[in-house]
């Protein structure tokens, strides 16, 4: 199937329209309109995917980081709010690259918590490209079970 063709208001120049670079234009301008997150995805980064899971003593944060080094990552907590951000870095090639469609560079993501958090017990452990953050619920946040007597 042969790709239509567009004129360029700059003259009788004639190019193959390209629909992937048009989405991209277009997905440009609507962040702009709305600044959706200004610094970090007009080209500067990128947000990973995450889940957060609530058990009875604690939350549990997984954020998708494949090829992200431990030494990369950066885990902040303040108050209620837990911050994820680093960096994945572009590995050496040596062939050409005809395709990239995987996230390269700075990613933050942030999660407000529901609840007050026990700052001081949380932990982060990096296993198969998913960083696991366990933050413990506040003491008086945890549900205790009452016997009926």
């Known amino acids: 199937m042969a790709l239509p ?29 709305f600044g959706f997150g200004a610094p970090l995805l007009n080209g500067a980064g990128f947000m990973p995917l995450a889940d957060i899971e609530e058990t009875e003593d604690a939350f549990l944060v997984e954020v998708d980081l494949p090829g992200v080094k431990k030494g990369d990552i950066d885990v902040e907590i303040a108050g209620r709010r837990l911050s994820v951000s680093g960096e994945r870095k572009e590995r050496e090639r040596k062939g050409v690259l005809r395709g990239k469609t995987r996230n390269v560079g700075h990613f933050h993501y942030e999660v407000t918590l529901p609840t007050d958090v026990d700052a001081e017990g949380v932990s982060a452990s990096l296993e198969e490209g998913t960083l696991t953050v366990r933050v413990p619920k506040a003491v008086g946040e945890r549900p205790r079970r009452i016997a009926v007597s």
């Not at 063709?5 to 989405?23: H, L, N, Q, Y």
């Open 5 to 33: 063709i567009r004129r360029r208001d700059t003259g009788s120049e004639v190019t193959a329209w390209d629909p992937i670079a048009e989405f991209d234009r277009w997905s440009e301008q609507v962040r702009s309109l």
